[in-house]
Nanobody
Framework: QVQLVESGGGLVQTGGSLRLSCAVS????????VGWFRQTPGKEREFVAA????????AVADSLKDQLTISRDDAKDMVWLQMNSLKPEDTAVYYC???????????????????WGRGTQVTVHS
């Protein structure tokens, strides 16, 4: 059983920063990637960033490249999403997820992810 637990969300002012954490545990694939998605009511989950667990290759959504950094610590089984210069439109529930597809061409679609956390709410107010 794979478990993902997100933390670090909250309420922040426009221009502020947050660091989201994803704790990964359980019987994982031999190679996999961890991704972050976000979702607002009535919309589909939107790709934010992903990182390969071994090797460390990463990808960030084009519209967010100036704002986000994804990193991981395989010794601690943790993935972090550092978000800067937050705007009200960044308000969403942020989810981390695991995919067995370790190649980046699969990372941007939620359908390729096998396990999901419950999400953490990020609210950015002006």
């Amino acid at each position: 059983q794979v478990q993902l637990v997100e933390s670090g969300g909250g309420l922040v002012q426009t221009g502020g920063s947050l660091r989201l954490s994803c704790a990964v545990s359980g019987r994982l694939f031999s190679s996999y990637a961890v991704g972050w998605f976000r979702q607002t009511p009535g919309k589909e989950r939107e790709f934010v960033a992903a990182i390969q667990w071994t090797g460390g290759s990463s990808a960030v959504a084009d519209s967010l490249k100036d704002q986000l950094t994804i990193s991981r610590d395989d010794a601690k089984d943790m993935v972090w999403l550092q978000m800067n210069s937050l705007k009200p439109e960044d308000t969403a529930v942020y989810y981390c997820a695991v995919t067995a597809h370790w190649r980046s061409l699969f990372w941007r679609a939620a359908k390729y992810y096998d396990y999901w956390g419950r999400g953490t709410q990020v609210t950015v107010h002006s």
